[in-house]
């Protein structure tokens, strides 16, 4: 198994900025791919953005140019920096890791713009 330890939510005021951590342990052997999905109440979850063990990276169009996705592979963490927040990015976000097919999930944390 795989568990995913979330960190950095709160609350930020419009045009903010916050950093999300994710920490991989466990049985990691074979995860290419992290990343983070959002979702915001009565919407369904969206990909926000991936990272692969290279480093290459994917933003959903939303976020593209605020949002950057980085990883430090020795400490099997990720790190979603997200600058100029807007109210539109108010959700759950929670941190996704990719072994092939199969997903496993952090448990989710909070981010909150609002002024």
């Known amino acids: 198994q795989v568990q995913l330890a979330e960190s950095g939510g ?54 593209q140019g605020r949002f950057t996705l980085s990883r430090d592979n020795a400490k099997n963490t990720v790190y979603l920096q997200m600058n100029s927040l807007k109210p539109d990015d108010t959700a759950v976000y929670y941190c996704c890791a990719w072994r092939s097919e199969v997903r496993y999930w952090g448990q989710g944390t909070q981010v909150t713009v609002s002024s």
């Open 10 to 63: 709160g609350l930020v005021q419009p045009g903010g900025s916050l950093r999300l951590s994710c920490a991989a342990s466990g049985s990691i052997f074979g995860i290419n791919v992290m990343g983070w999905y959002r979702q915001a109440p009565g919407k369904e979850r969206e990909l926000v953005a991936t990272i692969t063990s290279a480093g290459d990276t994917n933003y959903a169009s939303s976020v």
